[in-house]
């Protein structure tokens, strides 16, 4: 029997039954995908984690998590620490081990995460604006390409801050930012995220406000303590939500800086000795900063994925085989119920072994498109593996 | 079942004759090699197909023997015209084109050319059979063997069918034997056996 022939026979019986045979065909094809898609998933998540982990040297943040601690600073996820005072960055600062970056995190604007920072951290992840330019003045912002994309923002625009609780009038209050630059895309959480002055960030944890002059009357009130007489404005003055060129010189700092919060501080060593030094000093239980190796936190973070895809793989192989025995059920019935089918080919001429190959190449045929299908998922899940990744996680 | 001689000449065309489950499709079945006697042998030109291997005796079947089936044996997922080139695809000598040719001149006499690329299903009990008809002749066998060929056939293409067996087998020196109840048309064939003549066992093999 002819090669050619035994294909068109055989194609011609799977394409008169398009039902089973897709079925057959997606069955199988799941049962093939999920295993390797999911390993494929972990391991394009542990490379993802473990570069940015290892672009970042070394994290100095309040002590707990050093897992939540890093992955605030790396994927901006809700911070669950304490703040960092900041007279602990100035100190940090002061002992010269390296190059330090701010990190405050802790703000939204809609669902993409405000991170108060320094331009070095531009620096530091290799990010560049591609369109317009950095913050230069209060209350701008330079925003990640995916966000600008999605929410069809360009320099020039403005965004506003999310209140974290609309009734604690003492709290977080919106600011309407001004849009200076889009940073090119780098495919990591920072292509979603707003960048922000340190001290911008602060205005919005209200820290930091801005108002018209108490030049008003109406806005003066005559209050009188122990110490005598003094003037207090009242709930009349006018507070800017956004920072201008006209109010920037409106807008004042309250208590003391040493105070004011941070999410953690990214610690560049100037060299090995810096970075030895640093983890001796963070190192010491006594001081109430921790320092974490952001690799190593990911490493731990990594074996917790790894339990779990043990685990993932070892059901999904289970169950694979109870699809593929599934399969092997239905082809084994379908043969049964074209017997007949058979037997005419037997008895007008076919050998047994010319029967064998149509039914061999209608099984091949379909595990052939099953496996071409399942690759295509691979594929597609190892190029989108890192955007699902960055997304899950942030 | 028990023939002690039976001989059809080529070109002879031979009505196979008797009541329902004396054996007449199992004899076609053993003339075909498709079930082997227990003994004696059954001769072809020149060849014992009882003493053919499986795989031997399939080839030979496929190149030698037509064979027109009570049931059509029609396969369902193929058209009319891949049916008729069936023989092709399962391997036999003749080239393709040849076998398309004969093919679509067979359903065109039998009229059911317009149905070439139509699936069995679509077509009427006589339309299948004729289609049937038309795999069997396509390969020109050397031996026709035809288990009521026109069972459901109406009188007019019941007529045509026969003719055309007969031409074929007359004008290609085949061997034709037909098994059938319809005793208005067995006149036509030269020779006519009742098979419990034939059989000499005198068992009935089906209730």
């Given at each position: ?394 | ?148 060929p026109t069972?459901?056939l109406?009188?007019?293409?019941k007529r045509k069918a026969l003719d055309l067996m007969h ?11 037909v098994?059938?109840?319809d005793?208005?048309l067995?006149?036509s ?19």
């Amino acid at each position: 029997m002819r090669s050619s022939s035994i294909v068109y026979l055989s194609w011609k019986a799977l394409r008169y039954r398009p039902l089973r045979s897709l079925l057959l065909i997606g069955t199988i094809a799941l049962t093939l995908y999920f295993p390797r898609a999911l390993q494929e998933f972990i391991n394009r998540s542990e490379e993802v984690l473990s570069a940015r982990a290892r672009s970042t040297p070394l994290l100095i943040g309040p002590r707990g998590s050093s897992i939540d601690l890093t992955l605030n600073a790396l994927y901006f996820t809700s911070q669950e620490l304490p703040a960092l005072r900041y007279s602990s960055y100035e100190a940090l600062s002061q002992k010269n081990y390296g190059k330090t970056i701010p990190i405050y995190s802790r703000f939204l604007a809609g669902q993409s995460p405000l991170v108060g920072t320094s331009l070095a951290y531009f620096k530091l992840r290799g990010l560049t604006v591609s369109t317009g330019r950095t913050m230069t003045r209060l209350g701008d912002c330079v925003i990640g390409a995916n966000l600008a994309q999605n929410e069809n923002l360009q320099p020039g625009d403005t965004i506003t801050s999310s209140p974290e609780n609309i009734f604690d009038l003492a709290g977080v209050y919106p600011l309407r930012m001004r849009i200076t630059g889009i940073l090119a895309p780098n495919r990591t959480p920072d292509d979603d995220a707003i960048f922000v002055d340190l001290k911008s960030a602060w205005i919005i944890e209200g820290l930091a406000h801005g108002h018209e002059e108490l030049s008003r009357s109406e806005t003066l009130e005559l209050q009188r303590d122990s110490k005598g007489e003094f003037l207090r404005a009242n709930a009349s003055v006018i507070e800017f939500n956004e920072v201008t060129d006209t109010n920037v010189g409106d807008f004042h700092f309250h208590g003391d800086r040493g105070n004011y919060p941070l999410s953690s501080v990214i610690l560049v060593p100037h060299n090995q000795k810096q970075r030895a030094l640093a983890l001796a000093h963070y190192g010491d239980p006594v001081t109430a900063e921790q320092i974490v190796i952001p690799a190593v936190a990911v490493e731990q973070l990594a074996k917790t994925l790894f339990a779990t895809q043990r685990l993932a793989f070892t059901a999904f192989t289970l169950l694979g085989i109870a699809a593929l025995a599934l399969a092997l059920m239905v082809f084994l019935l379908s043969f049964r119920l074209r017997e007949r089918e058979m037997l005419t080919y037997s008895k007008i001429g076919a050998t047994g072994r010319a029967v064998a190959c149509l039914q061999g190449v209608e099984v091949l045929v379909i595990i052939a498109a099953a496996t071409i299908l399942a690759q295509a998922g691979i594929v597609l899940t190892r190029s989108a593996a890192q955007d699902i990744f960055t997304r899950l996680i942030s | 079942m028990l023939i002690p001689e039976f001989r059809c000449e080529a070109g002879q065309t031979i009505a196979l004759v008797g009541p329902s489950g004396c054996g007449k499709s199992t004899f076609l079945n053993l003339i075909a090699g498709i079930i082997r006697p227990s003994t004696g042998s059954i001769f072809i030109d020149e060849t014992d197909v009882t003493t053919l291997k499986r795989s031997a005796s399939a080839a030979f079947r496929l190149s030698r023997i037509g064979l027109i089936f009570q049931e059509f044996e029609l396969i369902e997922h193929l058209s009319v015209g891949d049916n008729i080139l069936l023989p092709y695809h399962l391997g036999t000598d003749t080239t393709r084109s040849v076998i398309e040719k004969r093919g679509r001149d067979l359903a065109s006499h039998l009229g059911i050319l317009p149905y070439w690329d139509t699936l069995p299903s679509a077509l009427s009990h006589g339309e299948r059979q004729r289609a049937a008809i038309a795999r069997a002749l396509s390969t020109r066998p050397r031996l026709l063997l035809a288990d009521e060929p026109t069972g459901n056939l109406d009188p007019e293409n019941k007529r045509k069918a026969l003719d055309l067996m007969h031409l074929t087998a007359k004008e290609h020196d085949q061997g034709l034997l037909v098994v059938t109840h319809d005793l208005e048309l067995i006149d036509s064939f030269d020779t006519i056996i009742h098979f419990e003549e034939l059989n000499q066992s005198g068992k009935q093999l089906m209730p």
